[in-house]
């Protein structure tokens, strides 16, 4: 069983949507839990960055962390087809060693 | 935009022969990275590196090794190709050290290597 669990999609919404994007992992050792956005044939990028629990916002989009479940979550709103892209969930406990999800390939069509 | 560049950005080669990919940084972090990304897997950490010539393994080290003899450059040569070593690899840097290194990373374009 892989540390971190993300479903691969692919997930298509209308413009317009909510979008809920997810990660379960069985590692207790991890702390810092972000978000990365990756276009096609490009390099990901750091989209958000949580500390421990707790809900963070920033624009259309919140990342949140429940570590007693041991779940994550990235919720956009109003999605756009600019945000078409694969997701990436990371975890690490501290010492700069990312553990990924798989990536949740996304599409908003207009 | 982070300063990293990755050479090459694509390379085709043949089983058993070996590969080296560049990774040379501007920004003088000493933080730096190498990943795999392969369709159902996502992104696997091979090596990384915490200063000149301080280097350590990853989930998936086998079959490469590593160098950085200047700040600015991390080398990840494949040391005989096999067909398993086709995939994009991604080079990153992070801006944080020690304790503090959460893991923000800054990834570069990414080299496809294909194995024949």
């Not at chain 2, 990275?33 to 998936?60: A, C, F, M, N």
Request: with cysteine; glycine share 8%.
């Amino acid at each position: 069983q892989k540390e971190v669990e993300q479903d691969p999609g692919p997930l298509s919404v209308p413009e317009g949507a909510i979008v809920s994007l997810n990660c379960t992992y069985s590692n207790s050792a991890f702390q810092y839990f972000m978000w990365y956005r990756q276009y096609s044939r490009k390099g990901p990028e750091l989209l958000m960055y949580t500390y421990s629990s707790g809900n963070k916002e920033d624009g259309r989009f919140t990342a949140q962390v429940d570590k007693s479940s041991k779940y994550i979550s990235l919720f956009i709103r109003d999605s756009q087809p600019s945000d078409s892209a694969t997701y990436l969930c990371a975890m690490s406990p501290g010492s700069g060693k990312l553990t990924f999800g798989q990536g949740t390939i996304l599409t908003v069509h207009p | 935009d982070a300063g990293i560049t990755q050479s090459p950005r694509h390379k085709v080669t043949e089983t058993g022969t070996p590969v080296t990919l560049r990774c040379h940084q501007t920004e003088n972090h000493r933080y730096m990275y190498w990943y795999r990304q392969d369709p159902g897997h996502g992104l696997r950490l091979i090596h990384y590196s915490y200063g000149v010539k301080d280097t350590d393994k990853g989930e998936v080290s086998d079959g490469y090794s590593v160098s950085r003899s200047k700040t600015e450059d991390f080398l990840l040569t494949l040391e005989s190709a096999t067909s398993s070593q086709t995939s994009v690899y991604f080079c990153a840097i992070s801006a944080r050290t020690g304790l503090s290194n959460t893991g923000e990373l800054f990834f570069g374009e990414g080299s496809r290597l294909t194995v024949l």
